[in-house]
C-alpha cells in the first residue's frame, strides 16, 4: 500500500514532464512532416522550373521561393542541374544547325529557279532575235524599202531605209534604221526631203486635218498599250488569222496577246478546250509585212517557257 502511495506521488511530480515531452514529440512528428512536405513541394518546384526557363545557364544559385510554412530556401547549382542545361544546349546546338540546313538548300532552290527563268527568258529572245536576223538578211539581199505612195497634195509619205552597219553581216541593229518625211508640195514640182537622225522608232505617228495644213505628232506612249494601235488603219492584206494549238489551260488570254505581240496586235476570235489544253482562233493585225510574212510561212511559234505551239491557217 505504502508503494502504491509512493508511485501515485511520483506520478503526480512527474506529471508535467510527461506531458512536456508527449507534446514535444508530438510537435517533433508535426515538424518532420512538415518538412518532407516542403521538401516534397521543392523538388517539384525545381523540376518545373528547369523545364520552362532553360535559358538562365550562367546563373550561380537558383532561388527557390516556399510557402508560409517553409519560408525561403537557397538550393545550390546540383549535378543533375548541369547534366539537364548540357542536354539542352546539345539539343539547341542541333536545331540551329538543321535551320542553317533547310535555308541553305532553300536559297539553292531559289538559285536554281532564278537560273531557270533566265535560261527561259534568253530562249525567247533568241528566237525573236533569229526572227530578225532572218527579216534583216532578207531585206539586205533584196534591198529593200517600204514606201507609202501617196498622191494627194499635202500628203507626206513614211518611208523606212534598212541600213547595213558594216560590223557584222548577220547582225541587225536598230541603229540602222532611218526614218524619213516627205513632203510632196506638187506632184508635178520637185519632193522636198527631210531627213531626221537614226534613233530607235517607238513612237506613234498620228494625222490630223487642220487649217495650216496636214500636222504629224509623235505620241511616245508604250508599244504594248491599246494607243499604240489606236491610229493603224486595218488592211485586207495585212490581217492574217491563224489556229494556235497545245495552249496549257492555265495561260490566259492577256499571255497569249504578249507572245505574239512581236508580229502585231493579236486579237482572240474564240477559245476551243481540248481536254489537257486548249486552242485559240486569232487574227492578227500588223503594219509590219515581213513579220506577217513570217507567221503565215511558219509552222510553231516559241512561247516564253520553252514549248513549242502549233500553228494552222484558219478555214475562210
Known amino acids: 500500500m505504502d508503494k502504491l502511495v509512493k508511485n501515485r506521488d511520483i506520478f503526480k511530480k512527474k506529471f508535467s514532464q510527461i506531458a512536456e515531452a508527449l507534446i514535444k514529440q508530438q510537435q517533433d512528428v508535426l515538424k518532420k512532416d512538415k518538412r518532407q512536405s516542403a521538401k516534397k513541394e521543392i523538388s517539384e518546384e525545381k523540376i518545373k522550373f528547369i523545364e520552362l526557363d532553360i535559358s538562365k545557364s550562367d546563373e550561380a544559385r537558383i532561388k527557390y521561393r516556399g510557402n508560409s510554412l517553409t519560408g525561403k530556401l537557397n538550393l545550390e547549382i546540383n549535378p543533375i542541374r548541369e547534366i539537364a542545361q548540357q542536354n539542352i544546349n546539345k539539343r539547341n546546338k542541333t536545331l540551329t544547325q538543321d535551320t542553317a540546313i533547310e535555308q541553305t538548300e532553300l536559297t539553292i532552290k531559289q538559285r536554281d529557279l532564278k537560273i531557270q527563268g533566265m535560261h527561259e527568258r534568253s530562249a525567247s529572245d533568241k528566237y525573236k532575235k533569229i526572227l530578225l536576223e532572218q527579216e534583216y538578211k532578207k531585206h539586205s539581199q533584196e534591198g529593200y524599202r517600204k514606201e507609202e ?48 537622225p537614226e534613233m530607235k522608232i517607238t513612237a506613234r505617228i498620228k494625222k490630223t486635218k487642220t487649217g495650216r495644213g496636214d500636222i504629224y505628232e509623235s505620241d511616245w506612249a508604250p508599244r504594248n498599250s491599246e494607243s499604240y494601235f489606236a491610229k493603224k488603219v486595218s488592211q485586207p492584206n495585212n490581217t492574217y488569222a491563224f ?14 496577246k504578249d507572245w505574239l505581240f512581236y508580229y502585231g496586235k493579236a486579237t482572240i476570235e474564240r477559245v476551243n478546250y481540248l481536254g489537257k489544253t486548249k486552242s485559240a482562233v486569232i487574227r492578227i493585225n500588223s503594219m509590219a509585212n515581213s513579220r506577217l510574212k513570217a507567221l503565215k510561212t511558219s509552222w510553231a511559234i516559241q512561247s516564253e517557257n520553252g514549248k513549242t505551239l502549233r500553228t494552222m491557217p484558219e478555214e475562210q
Open 149 to 196: 505612195d501617196k498622191t494627194e497634195v499635202g500628203q507626206k509619205d513614211i518611208y523606212i531605209n534598212y541600213i547595213d552597219s558594216g560590223n557584222s553581216q548577220d547582225q541587225y541593229t536598230e541603229q540602222g534604221i532611218s526614218l524619213h518625211t516627205t513632203k510632196r508640195k506638187n506632184p508635178a514640182k520637185d519632193i522636198e526631203t527631210e531627213s531626221i
Open 243 to 256: 489556229i494556235l494549238w497545245d495552249i496549257p489551260l492555265e495561260v490566259h488570254a492577256h499571255k497569249i
